[in-house]
Nanobody, 118 residues
Framework: QVQLVESGGGLVQAGESLRLSCAAA????????MAWFRQAPGKQRELVAG???????RYSDSVKGRFTLSRDNAQNTMYLQMNSLKPEDTAVYYC????????????WGQGTQVTVFS
């Protein structure tokens, strides 16, 4: 069973930065396809950034140029560096993982709150 634990959320002013971390356990980390999602109040959960099979990274249009996704397989950890934060980035951010053989993400963290005020 894969366990995902997010950290790094917080309350920041617009224009500031945060770095989210997702620590994984229970499965070979390097074999997992991983991503960050977020869900704002009253909205559907959306993909923020994710690794695509083959090493390519996909970003949502709303975060391109501001957020950077990375992973450290030796530390079993994925990161999301978020710069130039905006109030519309306010959401609960979730770490997700799946096997390369699956179409949908079936492992989720508990979420970490990011609040950006202007």
């Amino acid at each position: 069973q894969v366990q995902l634990v997010e950290s790094g959320g917080g309350l920041v002013q617009a224009g500031e930065s945060l770095r989210l971390s997702c620590a994984a356990a229970g499965m070979s980390f390097s074999s997992l396809v991983m991503a960050w999602f977020r869900q704002a109040p009253g909205k559907q959960r959306e993909l923020v950034a994710g690794f695509i099979t083959g090493g390519t990274i996909r970003y949502s249009d709303s975060v391109k140029g501001r957020f950077t996704l990375s992973r450290d397989n030796a530390q079993n950890t994925m990161y999301l560096q978020m710069n130039s934060l905006k109030p519309e980035d306010t959401a609960v951010y979730y770490c997700a993982a799946k096997s390369i053989f699956r179409a949908t993400y079936d492992h989720w963290g508990q979420g970490t709150q990011v609040t950006v005020f202007s």
